[in-house]
């Protein structure tokens, strides 16, 4: 049984806080959608960024590059994998069936979460700018 994120909790980190909300509403659908690519290889990759966020205080860069790579596999990008189609891994799955359709939602949606962490990204470095500007004064 998947175990939900507990994102009540209070995060300093606004971005963790983000993340945690995402997977709290889209873990089980990523498990599975990942999974129909990458079977329980898949599955265990998610499962274990869902702990890795249970237990971080903030949203660390090699957090940051596995929802990265996770969205690669969403999107069956082929960088960083030594991709050729006639040899791939990955199943032949039918552009019409419902899970193709949710996956491409999933991966629609993760994409969105990627900018909005790199948006408070951009917000905190501008925070810290007028932080030193205020002490230069």
């Not at 963790?16 to 999974?35: I, M, T, Y």
């Not at 082929?78 to 040899?87: I, N, T």
């Amino acid at each position: 049984m998947l175990r939900k994120l507990f994102t009540k909790t209070l995060s300093a980190d606004p971005q963790l806080a983000a993340v945690r909300a995402f997977f709290d509403e889209h873990g089980a659908a990523l498990c599975n959608a990942v999974g129909l690519i990458d079977d329980e290889a898949g599955r265990t990759r998610v499962l274990r960024l869902m702990s890795g966020l249970r237990e971080s205080s903030r949203l660390d860069r090699a957090t940051r590059h596995r929802l990265v790579d996770l969205h690669r596999l969403l999107s069956l990008d082929p960088v960083g994998k030594s991709f050729d189609p006639e040899v791939s891994s990955w199943p032949l799955l039918d552009p019409a069936s419902p899970e193709v359709e949710e996956l491409c939602l999933l991966t629609d949606r993760l994409y969105e979460l990627l900018v909005a962490v790199g948006e408070l990204d951009d917000e905190q470095d501008a925070m810290a700018l007028a932080l030193q500007a205020q002490h230069a004064a």
